[in-house]
């Protein structure tokens, strides 16, 4: 079995990732283990991945194909030397707060701008739970449910899959017809998520809103979610407002520009900021 090793710079606890919610997968049990499957960046091929730690900031072991590491890095964070996260909770009360309630924890970005752009789709006014059936039934179709290290894991199917794909339960027409716009987008290269990495984050918002059911909510996930960027603030994101209105005591939901100011002060770290607020939040005391 090929295999290949991450070292972490800076604090890194693979439980925290296995524990998080992935698109797959509701959050389960922080344990030091995590299998993953995602399509490739260059080649869209199906890819599993088994990840292992023996204690938090320790080396990362992979069972898996060892060209994968790049796109791997940047979806569990590891393609940023994060040492100095720290120094946003020495600033802040609150972000030490949530950094103590999960140590070690680099919030997971979607694979790619092409499975965040058809989660986006298959999730809009469903719920996640909906949502991961179809994405599960289309696998089961494509044949993209992998076995990693034994156990089953969902994959999107690639977009020449997506392409030539039937409807399942609770894809309508409308949905549908959606799905295969982003599936022919990523093979225009319009979802290279390279690409739009280094554009900036609002150019790249832009772009991605010209597929159909892709608004202004959607294209934020997909810029914020799936990019790897460790500093960008969407303002709007009403679960985050009213996080920050209660741990600041605000009285009230923070106003975009009062999450705006008080955000100054989590730079250059805005983006993973805001995924420990919506994640980690109910790990507080009240």
């Known amino acids: 079995m090929t295999g290949f090793r991450i070292v972490p710079r800076g604090p890194f606890a693979l439980a ?3 524990g998080f919610t992935f698109i ?5 049990p922080r344990a030091p283990e995590l299998r993953i499957a995602f399509c490739r960046d260059d080649t869209f091929e199906p890819t599993g991945l088994h990840l292992t730690q023996t204690s938090p900031g320790a080396v990362v072991t992979v069972n898996g194909d060892p060209t994968a590491k790049g796109q791997l890095e940047r979806v569990l964070g590891l393609d940023v030397d994060a040492t100095d996260f720290a120094r946003v909770g020495a600033r802040d009360g609150v972000v030490a ?3 103590a309630a999960a140590p070690g924890m680099r919030p997971p970005a979607l694979p790619s701008a092409y499975e965040a752009a058809a989660w986006c789709v298959l ?3 469903r719920t996640a739970a909906q949502a991961r059936t179809m994405r599960r039934q289309l696998a089961e179709q494509a044949g993209t449910v992998l076995d990693v290290a034994g156990e089953p894991v969902v994959c999107l199917p690639p977009p020449q899959a997506l392409l030539s794909a039937s409807p399942v339960a609770g894809l309508d027409e409308v949905r549908f017809q959606r799905l295969r ?3 022919q987008a990523a093979l225009e290269g319009r979802l290279d998520t390279l690409h739009l990495r280094a554009l900036d984050p609002e150019e ?3 772009r991605v809103q010209e597929l159909a059911g892709i608004g202004p909510f959607s294209s934020a996930i997909i810029v914020g979610r799936s990019l790897g960027h460790t500093d960008v603030l969407f303002r709007t994101i009403t679960e985050l407002n009213r996080h920050v209105g209660r741990l600041y005591r605000l009285g009230h939901d923070a106003t975009p520009d009062e999450l705006s100011q008080i955000a100054q002060g989590w730079s250059p770290w805005r983006a993973w900021v805001q995924v420990y607020f919506r994640a980690v939040t109910t790990r507080l005391a009240p």
């Open 16 to 18: 925290e990732s296995a």
């Open 24 to 28: 797959d997968r509701d959050g389960g």
């Open 97 to 99: 707060a949530l950094q």
């Open 123 to 125: 999730a809009t006014r």
């Open 181 to 183: 716009g982003v599936a």
């Open 204 to 206: 790249a918002r832009t």
